[in-house]
């Protein structure tokens, strides 16, 4: 079996709720993968790096949805990320990647992958963070941001009178990696409102220091649909959290497991 096939249901920083260490590919599992050329590489802190890959064929995937990634630096391990865009007319793909502690998938993407290399993309699964009904509250955390602004760009796909608030939250303003892209969301959308929140940025202005989820609460509103997506630790306080603070269960999203494509609206 090619070290390119069958991708294990391993998770990402972004999709944290198992392990954080690379997984070796397990027999069974279903879907071939799609060569991926990187076309650009750029590590705008410390860390984190933005890659943009075009598949040789077109991946069908949708905002909030999870891809296994594969490097050829490590034959047979995996890792999922979540596209950073909706799909795109030239069938490019945006991964957010940080490099995680027993990461050796996430630290060669960071670190030595480069313009020209080959990635391996396996099949799309869904991982709970489709758009409902209603008016979004996004609480991004790290690399958390990926799919979450991949909603943003569905929604400015298709407008239809919702508004969205995205809370980005790092721990100063130079850990804001996506800074240009939210700037310019921003600026193309009346709709939207990006919140930045630094934890631990004595120069931030009053109203963006705090964690995210202090600043998520200050911006809830009762008819929002919640999403959540980052780190462990803050899915954990999310869950625990929200619902004592009055954020209705049904309107909490957090990343699940990815599991097989399903249809949604």
Same mark, same amino acid.
């Given at each position: 079996?090619?070290?390119?096939?069958?991708?294990?249901?391993e @998770?990402? !920083?972004?999709?944290?709720?198992?392990?954080? !260490?690379?997984?070796?590919?397990?027999a069974?599992?279903?879907g071939?993968?799609?060569?991926?050329?990187?076309i650009?590489h750029?590590?705008?802190?410390?860390?984190?790096?933005i890659?943009?890959?075009?598949?040789?064929?077109r %991946?069908?995937?949708?905002?909030?949805?999870?891809?296994?990634v594969?490097?050829?630096?490590?034959?047979?391990?995996? @890792?999922?990320?979540?596209?950073?865009?909706?799909?795109?007319?030239?069938?490019?793909?945006?991964? &957010?990647?940080?490099?995680?502690?027993?990461?050796?998938?996430?630290?060669s993407?960071?670190?030595?992958v480069?313009?020209?290399?080959?990635? &391996? /993309?396996?099949?799309?699964?869904?991982t709970?963070?489709?758009?409902?009904?209603?008016?979004?509250?996004?609480?991004?955390?790290?690399t958390?941001?990926?799919?979450?602004?991949?909603?943003?760009?569905?929604?400015?796909?298709a407008p239809?009178?919702?508004?969205?608030?995205?809370? !980005?939250?790092?721990?100063?303003?130079?850990?804001l990696?996506?800074?240009?892209?939210?700037?310019? %969301?921003?600026?193309?959308h009346?709709w939207?409102t990006?919140v930045?929140?630094?934890?631990?940025?004595?120069?931030?202005?009053?109203?963006?220091?705090?964690?995210?989820l202090?600043?998520? /609460?200050? &911006?809830h509103r009762?008819?929002?649909?919640?999403?959540?997506?980052?780190?462990?630790?803050? %899915?954990d306080?999310?869950?625990?959290?929200l619902?004592l603070?009055?954020?209705?269960?049904?309107?909490l &999203? %957090?990343?699940?497991?990815p599991r097989?494509?399903?249809?949604?609206r």
């Open positions: 079996m090619s070290a390119a096939h069958h991708p294990p249901p @998770r990402s !920083a972004a999709l944290p709720q198992v392990t954080r !260490a690379d997984t070796a590919e397990p069974g599992w279903a071939d993968s799609v060569p991926a050329r990187v650009d750029d590590r705008p802190c410390p860390g984190t790096a890659l943009t890959v075009r598949p040789w064929s %991946l069908p995937h949708r905002p909030g949805q999870a891809v296994p594969h490097t050829p630096h490590h034959p047979g391990r995996w @890792r999922w990320y979540s596209p950073a865009n909706a799909p795109r007319p030239d069938g490019t793909i945006e991964l &957010h990647v940080r490099a995680v502690p027993a990461g050796a998938v996430s630290a993407l960071v670190n030595e480069r313009p020209g290399d080959l990635l &391996h /993309l396996g099949p799309p699964r869904d709970g963070l489709h758009l409902r009904d209603g008016d979004l509250l996004l609480v991004a955390g790290g958390g941001l990926a799919p979450l602004r991949a909603l943003v760009e569905q929604v400015a796909a239809d009178g919702r508004r969205v608030t995205l809370i !980005a939250a790092t721990r100063t303003f130079t850990d990696y996506d800074a240009i892209t939210l700037d310019t %969301l921003q600026q193309a009346d939207l990006i930045p929140a630094f934890s631990h940025d004595p120069h931030a202005a009053p109203a963006e220091q705090g964690d995210a202090t600043l998520a /609460l200050r &911006h009762p008819h929002h649909q919640v999403y959540v997506c980052g780190p462990p630790a803050l %899915l306080d999310a869950r625990r959290q619902p603070a009055g954020v209705p269960v049904d309107r &999203h %957090l990343p699940e497991p097989r494509t399903k249809t949604h």
